[in-house]
């Protein structure tokens, strides 16, 4: 194939066609953690870890892809822990839970701070050409039948770490 691409991803110089091969990213939109998040100190009280980003896929047919990487630390309580979540919307309608939903850091009965780096892929055919809007959220939570108070949170400005979440629309 021939042609140049500019700066906005559209083609010129291709004759017939303006047609994408399955895999090429279309278009990316990232969001970026404004600072630390601390949780609410109750279970399952969520709280976005970075502001939320929206996509509007160019063909209902094609893809998204979420790249995310997150920064937690989680701290004292009895069993604390952490869950993490990718939750996600149709044109500003209610919140669909059911793309990421992690469990991603226990402490057992310790009392100190664990901080760790994660990453999630998440790869969607949502079969919908609206706006779709992606949200990254955290809660304290539970890792047994204990319950108490918790001190966990994300994008801890000591450590340096920025959270961050990428959407690529991928033709399929």
Same mark, same amino acid.
């Given at each position: 194939?021939?042609?140049?691409?500019?700066?906005?991803?559209?083609?010129?110089?291709?004759?017939? =066609?303006?047609?994408?091969?399955?895999?090429?990213? %279309?278009?990316?939109?990232?969001?970026?953690?404004?600072?630390?998040?601390?949780?609410?100190?109750?279970?399952? =009280?969520? =709280?976005?870890?970075?502001?939320?980003?929206? %996509?509007?896929?160019?063909?209902?047919?094609?893809?998204?892809?979420?790249?995310?990487?997150?920064?937690?630390?989680?701290?004292?309580?009895?069993?604390?822990? %952490?869950?993490?979540? %990718?939750?996600?919307?149709?044109?500003?309608? =209610?919140?669909?839970?059911?793309?990421?939903?992690?469990?991603?850091?226990?402490?057992?009965?310790?009392?100190?701070?664990?901080?760790?780096?994660?990453?999630?892929?998440?790869?969607?055919?949502?079969?919908?050409?609206?706006?779709?809007?992606?949200?990254?959220?955290?809660?304290?939570?539970?890792?047994?039948?204990?319950?108490?108070?918790?001190?966990?949170?994300?994008?801890?400005?000591?450590?340096?770490?920025?959270?961050?979440?990428?959407?690529?629309?991928?033709?399929?």
């Amino acid at each position: 194939m021939s042609g140049i691409i500019d700066t906005v991803g559209s083609k010129s110089g291709i004759v017939g =066609s303006d047609v994408y091969p399955a895999g090429h990213v %279309i278009q990316t939109k990232t969001t970026v953690s404004t600072g630390q998040v601390t949780f609410p100190n109750t279970n399952n =009280s969520w =709280s976005d870890i970075v502001p939320a980003a929206a %996509i509007t896929l160019t063909n209902s047919a094609n893809a998204v892809l979420i790249s995310v990487e997150y920064s937690l630390v989680i701290g004292g309580g009895n069993y604390p822990a %952490i869950k993490v979540a %990718i939750w996600w919307s149709i044109s500003g309608g =209610s919140q669909n839970q059911g793309l990421v939903n992690h469990f991603t850091a226990y402490n057992g009965s310790g009392q100190e701070n664990d901080y760790l780096v994660e990453p999630i892929l998440y790869y969607q055919l949502p079969a919908t050409g609206a706006e779709l809007t992606y949200r990254l959220v955290g809660t304290n939570t539970t890792g047994s039948s204990f319950s108490g108070t918790y001190t966990g949170y994300a994008s801890p400005a000591w450590a340096g770490h920025d959270s961050n979440m990428i959407l690529q629309e991928i033709q399929v």
